[in-house]
């Protein structure tokens, strides 16, 4: 019988030191990009990819998060007196667009606690993971290609990119073997091994795992038998390497363009990228930027 992703997992309870002082009383995945809450995108990518139940990991001060989604009645009342009908719409699609639930982190303890959280809401079946900061700009939307992948093969897919220099040290970097042929040539590798954020000299490629998941879930046994790793965090690439000597793991290079929006420039790249596209804005803002002395 072949399995179905329908749940996707969004990890927000981390404490977004990168983006202080705003982030010091607003989660992060709320900055606007032009106008949507960063997390928002992340939620149209999952559901345009075939999931329909979101699980969002909260945590203290991510209250805004479950509002965004919520019914809002004053706002929806005070648009709909003033016959505010195209923003009214706008408001209503956000909280019609699917169910959502919260499992809360008690404490920011990593990536694979939080992913370890949702445990009970996923039960026995394959699930995505996205990081809502790695706002992904595609044609077609990268867990949509990575659950392609995941028909196919019906084992775990990490989406990657290729990292050049010393900015390898970022990320978890994957030992990999490339499977030929089929209709993913050239973008699906056999994972061998990974490592986290090693040093440039001793990275065993230059393929990085960037913020998109698919797992089975023997995941959640892997990670409840890893030991808190770097920074006292549970890292979700020690769980995904035991994963490893159980069952086989994919890597697939995505098609499209990330942003860091975690980041502070990435942020800034992400805002002026997204606003020149937009049908609205993009004439006037291209003129703008245009007019600057740069
Ligand atoms: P990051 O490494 O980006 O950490 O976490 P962060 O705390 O969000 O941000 P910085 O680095 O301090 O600026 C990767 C993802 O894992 C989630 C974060 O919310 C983010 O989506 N996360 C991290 C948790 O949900 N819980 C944790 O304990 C840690």
């Known amino acids: 019988m072949t399995m179905k992703i329908r749940k996707a997992i969004f990890p927000a309870a981390g404490l977004g030191t990168r983006f202080l002082p705003a982030t010091k009383a607003q989660p992060k995945e709320m900055l606007p990009l032009v106008d949507k809450p960063i997390i928002q995108y992340g939620v149209e990518e999952a559901m345009a990819s075939g999931c329909d139940q979101i699980i969002i990991i909260t945590g203290r001060g991510k209250q805004a998060i479950e509002d965004h989604f919520d019914v809002s009645y004053e706002l929806e009342k005070m648009l709909e007196e003033r016959k505010k009908t195209d923003l009214l719409q706008i ?3 956000i909280s019609d667009m699917i169910h959502v639930a919260y499992v809360r982190q008690k404490e920011a303890l990593g990536l694979g606690h939080a992913v370890l959280m949702a445990k009970e809401l996923v039960g026995n079946e394959p699930f995505a993971v996205l990081l809502a900061d790695d706002v992904i700009d595609a044609e077609v939307p990268v867990l949509k290609q990575m659950v392609q992948v995941f028909e ?25 073997k490339p499977v030929s042929g089929g209709q993913f040539a050239n973008r699906l590798f056999e994972i061998k091994n990974m490592v986290e954020k090693p040093k440039p000299e001793d990275a065993p490629s230059k393929q990085a795992i960037i913020g998109r998941y698919i797992l089975t ?36 290079v995505y098609e499209g363009r990330r942003h860091d929006t975690g980041d502070k420039l990435g942020f800034l790249k992400a ?13 006037p803002f291209r003129e703008y930027l245009k007019g600057l002395k740069l």
């Open 152 to 176: 196919q093969t019906q084992c775990s897919v990490l989406a990657t990119q290729m990292v050049e220099g010393k900015a390898i040290s970022s990320y978890g970097v994957l030992d990999v």
């Open 217 to 252: 879930p023997a995941i959640f046994e892997c990670l409840s038998e890893t030991a808190a790793g770097a920074g006292g965090e549970l890292q979700l690439t020690d769980g995904m390497r035991l994963l490893l000597q159980k069952e086989t793991m994919y890597a697939y």
């Open 271 to 283: 805002t002026v990228e997204f606003a020149l596209k937009r049908a609205d804005l993009g004439g």
């Open 91 to 93: 408001v209503r699609s």
